[in-house]
Structure formats: C-alpha cells, structure tokens
C-alpha cells in the first residue's frame, strides 16, 4: 500500500483510548496521519499523545487563530486521502446523519469529500436503539464504511454490541478502502436514473430506471480520486459521499445539464435511462376528467426528445464517452448499432430479460461492446463491481491516449 493522508477524528467515548494505539498503527503501515478532536474526546485522550506519535500538531477548534495559520479546516478537509472516525459516538454519527457543523470535527466531516470510515464504539442499548440504528443505515446508503463495533465486555459494564474495534481491525479496513487515486485530475460526468416527461402539472411519463447503476458510478469515480459530478434524473437515492449533484427530471433539462458540463468532463459517462420521446404539448394544468366528459379517451402525440449521448460524442475530443443500452433481445447486436450510431467509445450493454440484473435491484449483468468488434462478457456482479470493472477499462483507454 502507497502512504496516503488519513485524517483521524476523535470523538467523546472511553474507546478513545486506543486511539493512540491505531495511530501507531497506521503509521506502522506508512500511512501520515492527523488528529482532530472533540472537546469530549480531550477528557479521554490528550493531544499530546497524539501529537507526539503522528509528528503533527492535533487539531481540536474551529477558530482558533494559531491553530488556523497552520491548517485551517478545509485545507484538512481537503488533505486527507481517507478520515477515519474512531471512536464515533452515537452523538457524532447523528450529527452526521443531519448535517450539522457546530465544532471543529462535525464542521470537517461535512466539507470533505473523502470516503469515510466510521468505527463505533457505545453502549449496547444505544447502539441498539432505533434512532442509531436509523443513522447508521442513512450513513451506509450515503457510502460510508463501518468497522465494528464488536461484542463483548463494555466499558460500562454492560455485555453486547459496542465495543469499538481493535486498533489493527480499523487499520486493515482503512487499507481496504484506501483504493490508488487513479483518477485523480479526471472530471468525470456520470447521468443516472429516469428522466420523467410531462404530461401535464402531476403526470409524466417515465421508466423503471432507480439510478443504483449510475449513482454506483460517481461513487466509484469518486472512490478513485475523480472530481465527479452526478447529473440526476429521476431517483429516490442519496448523493454518494465526495460527488457532487445536479437534478434534471426531464430528458430536455438533462441535456442542458449534461452540457452544461461538457466543456470541463474528460469522463462522460451515460447510464441514465432517458426517455426516446415527450408528450409533443405537456399542459401546464392538471388535465380533469371531468373537463374531457364521460368516457372520452386521450391521445398522446409524443415527438422525439434529442439524443445526448450522440450530441456530446460528436464533439469528444479528447474526452472518454460511455453510453449504456438497455436491451431486452438481441442484446449485443443492438449494443453495437447504437455504438456505431452514436459514436461513443464503449457501449455497456444490460440484458434487461434478465429478474436478477438490469432496472432496480442491486446487481447487474452487463456486456461491455467495444467498437472494434469485441465483446467482454461479466458475470453478474453488483453494481459497484460493474462500476469498478467499468473504470478498469476507462483508465486503460485513457492510459492509452
Ligand atoms: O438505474 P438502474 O435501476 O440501476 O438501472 C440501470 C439501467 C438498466 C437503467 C442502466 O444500466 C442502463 O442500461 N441505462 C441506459 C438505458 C437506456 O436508456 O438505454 P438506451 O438504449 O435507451 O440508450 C442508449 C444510451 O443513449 C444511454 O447511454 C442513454 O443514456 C443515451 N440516450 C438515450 C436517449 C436519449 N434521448 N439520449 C441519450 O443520451
């Protein structure tokens, strides 16, 4: 493993007591390491320790005049490749979940952009309590990693779930998740979800799309160091940590959002399931039964809605274009006439026959058609496998130019 910059923050529990020993720990592996700490987590551990073992000064206010000339908190924010939050408090995660920045820790988690690795440490019942238990699974649907927390004995004399994992457990999670920075300098361009057409003030017409392919994208460019943005359509999914959203409902508002964009992506990648065609005149009103009289049926006239993907790779440049096909029969054949039509650089096609694989769940089967004629089958992987497949590729191609 390269050394890579991870951010330690500290938070109120007994468990912050080992952190000295995950410092060491870390550092065993090369990594350069920085504190920050909660006023809570002063009364556990002392700054010096852990100054004296990282060789760095141990941040521990948001404004703090001598402290800022060092570093201020989004230069730390900004530094660190991973940040590491051990012990977290059950009090520190609920602040996670909502946002808040009202100390030096809460302030940098908010602002950084790299992945986080939350080690837990607190008593069973608070671990075990409804509203933890709702803040741990917003912050996992976010990204965020956990490690632990183990059973045992407590601090608190309790047994159970809480004790914060040892210090060698974390470092081994952190290095898992401390993927090579291999997209660092790419812009990258990811379109996810549905668009949604309207029809008039309340009804659209739309598709099965829920985004978990594309959103897997930009957290997978993000993972790898990528400066991303995730152009929306219609998704009920959180933003991935570090990337940052654009909403675009309809297949127009996404065009406008993808070229918005285009100039500074060198990565566009498609995945958004955007609709062929519009309602040719959407009203601005809700259209009423009754207005239409008894039994009388509609006609849509839809027209065609502008093909992005071909738009922006007719102006490509020196930019890598993906384009997705969603294909329910003669899957590859399809995937490569809308390659030659729409001039990309890789088709990934999805069979979309498939209940496993393709709209909605959480893995996908995909084919990745190249314009050369080949064909690269993968097995069914979940999403984020599909998505780090994906950028294998990528960086080759971009490797290659
Ligand atoms: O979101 P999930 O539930 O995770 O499902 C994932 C997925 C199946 C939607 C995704 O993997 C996928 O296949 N997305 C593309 C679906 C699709 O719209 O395919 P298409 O064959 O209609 O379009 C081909 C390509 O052209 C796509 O990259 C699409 O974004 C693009 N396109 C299509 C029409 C249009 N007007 N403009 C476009 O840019």
Request: aromatic share 4%.
């Amino acid at each position: 493993m390269d050394p890579r910059r991870i951010l330690l923050a500290v938070s109120g529990g007994i468990a912050a007591y080992k952190t000295p020993e995950l410092v060491r720990a870390l550092r065993a592996r090369g990594h350069d390491v920085r504190c920050m700490l909660t006023a809570a987590a002063e009364r556990f551990v002392t700054p010096l320790v852990l100054q004296t073992l990282t060789g760095r000064s141990v941040r521990r206010e948001l404004f703090d005049a001598g402290e800022e000339g060092e570093i201020d908190h989004i230069g730390l924010a900004d530094w660190a490749d991973l940040v590491v939050i051990a012990p977290a408090t059950a009090n520190l995660m609920a602040k996670m979940v909502q946002g808040l920045a009202d100390d030096l820790v809460s302030t940098v988690l908010l602002a950084t952009r790299a992945p986080l690795l939350v080690a837990p440490a607190m008593n069973v019942n608070m671990w075990g309590h409804p509203a933890t238990r709702e803040n741990v699974e917003r912050l996992r649907h976010r990204g965020v990693t956990f490690v632990g927390p183990e059973a045992g004995e407590l601090a608190c004399g309790w047994e159970g779930l809480g004790r914060m994992s040892d210090p060698g457990r974390i470092a081994d999670a952190a290095d898992a998740l401390l993927v090579a920075p291999s997209l660092r300098g790419e812009r990258v361009v990811v379109t996810a979800g549905g668009t949604a057409e309207p029809i008039d003030a309340v009804r659209s017409v739309t598709n099965r799309s829920s985004g978990k392919m594309g959103f897997a994208i930009a957290a997978e460019a993000a993972r790898r160091g990528a400066d991303v943005v995730l152009i929306a359509g219609v998704t009920s999914l959180p933003t991935p940590h570090g990337v940052r959203r654009v909403d675009a409902r309809s297949a127009l508002e996404m065009r406008e959002a993808v070229l918005a964009e285009l100039d500074a992506a060198t990565i566009v990648v498609k995945a958004a399931a955007v609709a062929d065609f519009r309602p040719a005149a959407p009203s601005a009103r809700k259209i009423k039964k009754e207005d239409l009289g008894d039994g009388a049926s509609i006609t849509l006239e839809l027209v065609p809605n502008p093909d992005i993907l071909a738009e922006i790779s007719a102006r490509k440049g020196s930019r890598t274009i993906v384009g997705f096909a969603a294909e329910s029969h003669d899957v590859v054949e399809a995937a490569r006439r809308k390659l030659a039509r729409k001039g990309c650089d890789l088709i990934v096609a999805n069979d979309i026959s498939r209940a496993d694989a393709g709209f909605e769940v959480d893995e996908n089967a995909v084919r990745f058609v190249w314009p050369s004629g080949e064909v690269e089958e993968l097995p069914l992987l979940p999403k984020s496998g599909v998505a780090a497949q994906l950028f294998d590729r990528i960086e080759k191609l971009r490797g290659g130019r």
